[in-house]
C-alpha cells in the first residue's frame, strides 16, 4: 500500500537555526499538508498546498515558514528560524483531491523536531 | 464547522465491543463526519467516514442517527493493539477551508488485556 514518508524521523536543533523537513507523498496526490502536534496537544494545521502554491495556511504559519515542492517527488516544510515553541511533531500529508473532510488525507509518520 | 463533543477517554478489555460517540448539534446539511485513528508517534489515520444511516468496513461500523446531531463509532472484538486515540470530524466538501482538518482532544481508547 503506498504510504507517505517523512525524513528524518528525529531533528534536534539548537534555537534560530534554520531546519527542512522532508515529505513525500503518494505518488499520484496533488494535495499536500502540514501539520503539528505540540507534546499532548491537539494536532493542528499548517498549510495545505496544491498546483505549486499555498492553498491555505493558519495563523500558526507564520513568515518564518515556507514550503516548497522542489521536483515531483518531494515536498519541504523549511522553518528559518527556529524557536523553543517549534519544538513539536510535524506530520505532513497528502490527499488524491482536495475540499474538506471527505477527501482522505494520508498522513506520515511524524518528525519529532526538538529546538534547544 | 461544527463543534464535535466526545468523551475524553475510555477503557475496555480485549474482545469487547467499544463505541465511541461523538455530539455535533450543529452539524450542516452538507457535512459528513470521519473519523480518525492515531497510534502514539504516528500520524492520524483515516478510518471511516459516513452522511446518514450506517456505514460498515473492515474496520469499524459508523451508526448515524436521522437527526446527525451524534455519530457512533463502533470498533468489534478491540484487541491491544487498538489502544489509540480516536477522533471525529465534521465538515463538507465545499467551502473555502480547502483540506484543512479540524482535530479536537480525542477520545483516548485504551484496551487492557
Known amino acids: 500500500e503506498p504510504e507517505v514518508t517523512q525524513t528524518p524521523s528525529h531533528q534536534v536543533t539548537q534555537m534560530g537555526q534554520e531546519v527542512i523537513l522532508r515529505c513525500v507523498p503518494i505518488?499520484?496526490?496533488?494535495?499536500f499538508y502540514w501539520y503539528r502536534q505540540i507534546l499532548g496537544q491537539k494536532v493542528e494545521f499548517l498549510v495545505s498546498f496544491y498546483n505549486n502554491e499555498i492553498s491555505e495556511k493558519s495563523e500558526i504559519f507564520d513568515d518564518q515558514f515556507s514550503v516548497e515542492r522542489p521536483d515531483g517527488s518531494n515536498f519541504t516544510l523549511k522553518i528559518r528560524s527556529t524557536k523553543l515553541e517549534d519544538s513539536a511533531m510535524y506530520f505532513c500529508?497528502?490527499?488524491?483531491?482536495?475540499?474538506?473532510?471527505?477527501?482522505?488525507?494520508?498522513f506520515g509518520p511524524g518528525t519529532r523536531l526538538t529546538v534547544l | 464547522l461544527a463543534k464535535t463533543t466526545q468523551p475524553i477517554s475510555m477503557d475496555s478489555y480485549e474482545g469487547q465491543e467499544v463505541n465511541i460517540t461523538c455530539s455535533h448539534n450543529n452539524i450542516a446539511t452538507n457535512d459528513y463526519i470521519t473519523w480518525y485513528q492515531q497510534f502514539p508517534s504516528q500520524g492520524p489515520r483515516f478510518i471511516i467516514q459516513?452522511?446518514?444511516t450506517k456505514v460498515t468496513n473492515e474496520v469499524a461500523s459508523l451508526f448515524i442517527p436521522a437527526d446527525r446531531k451524534s455519530s457512533t463509532l463502533s470498533l468489534p472484538r478491540v484487541s491491544l493493539s487498538d489502544t489509540a486515540v480516536y477522533y471525529c470530524l465534521v465538515g463538507s466538501d465545499r467551502g473555502s477551508t480547502l483540506g484543512r482538518l479540524y482535530f479536537g482532544r480525542g477520545t483516548q481508547l485504551t484496551v487492557w488485556p
Open positions: 505518488s499520484n496526490h496533488l494535495y
Open positions: 500529508a497528502s490527499s488524491l483531491s482536495g475540499g474538506a473532510v471527505t477527501d482522505t488525507q494520508y
Open positions: 459516513g452522511y446518514k
